[in-house]
């Protein structure tokens, strides 16, 4: 069992920067792949970038290819998003999910967090 709990989303301007934190209970976490999703009202959830548990291939939405990092600190349970360039059309909830392969679709993700909120005022 993993609980996640999203931090660090707030109303920014465009071209600001922020950085998502999510931080994972259970000792399992170092094994489980770790992605970033985000929704906004009355549209689908659309999936941000995704990280293995160690090392290989990191996946990212090509709307945030080369403006959004992902990371991840084993040793501190947390995974990290860290958003520069940040556009109006970023504005969504954003949610980290927990799973047992890397992958983009939602449904194969076990665990989420509750979201957090970025807004990008122009």
């Known amino acids: 069992q993993v609980q996640l709990v999203e931090s660090g989303g707030g109303l920014v301007q465009a071209g600001d920067s922020l950085r998502l934190s999510c931080a994972a209970s259970g000792r399992t976490f170092s094994t489980y792949a770790m992605g970033w999703f985000r929704q906004t009202p009355g549209k689908e959830r659309e999936f941000v970038a995704a990280i293995p548990w160690s090392g290989g291939n990191i996946y990212y939405a090509d709307s945030v290819k080369g403006r959004f990092t992902i990371s991840r600190d084993n040793a501190k349970n947390t995974v990290y998003l860290q958003m520069n360039s940040l556009k109006p059309e970023d504005t969504a909830v954003y949610y980290c999910?927990?799973?047992?392969?890397?992958?983009?679709?939602?449904?194969?993700?076990?665990?989420w967090g509750q979201g957090t909120q970025v807004t990008v005022s122009s």
């Open positions: 999910a927990a799973g047992p392969v890397l992958a983009t679709r939602g449904d194969e993700y076990d665990y």
